[in-house]
């Protein structure tokens, strides 16, 4: 496993969760990083996405607002700051580093973390 991430849990509506995902220098040196999500039977999808030097930021529509990410370089490491949780924000979250095309928002990345679960429970 390439990253590592952690945070995941069970939390009530309305409650907070932060997730954080490390790495390593080769895994995050020069790359854009991202959160996506998997629910059950369905696709992964685009969460958000902060470029290396951290001035660009997009976020998916669903998530504005109520999620945060922020990165530290000096620590190989990023993070997801979740508020506002919802019952549709249920998923398998995973963090990747190094999109392989200009569009943050495809699921095309060179590393993964393993995955952490996220349940909201209404």
């Known amino acids: 496993v390439q990253l590592q991430a952690s945070g995941g849990g069970l939390v009530q509506a309305g409650g907070s969760l932060r997730l954080s995902c490390a790495g390593s220098e080769r895994t995050f040196i020069s790359y854009a990083v991202g959160w996506f999500r998997q629910a059950p039977g369905k696709e992964r999808e685009f969460v958000a996405a902060?470029?290396?030097?951290?001035?660009?930021?997009d976020y998916a529509d669903s998530v504005k607002g109520r999620f945060t990410i922020s990165r530290d370089n000096a620590r190989n490491a990023m993070s997801l700051q979740m508020n506002g949780l919802k019952p549709e924000d249920t998923a398998v979250y995973y963090c990747a580093t190094g999109p392989r095309g200009s569009d943050w928002r495809s699921p095309e990345y060179y590393y993964w973390g393993q995955g952490t679960q996220v349940t909201v429970s209404s």
């Open positions: 902060i470029s290396w030097g951290g001035s660009n930021i």
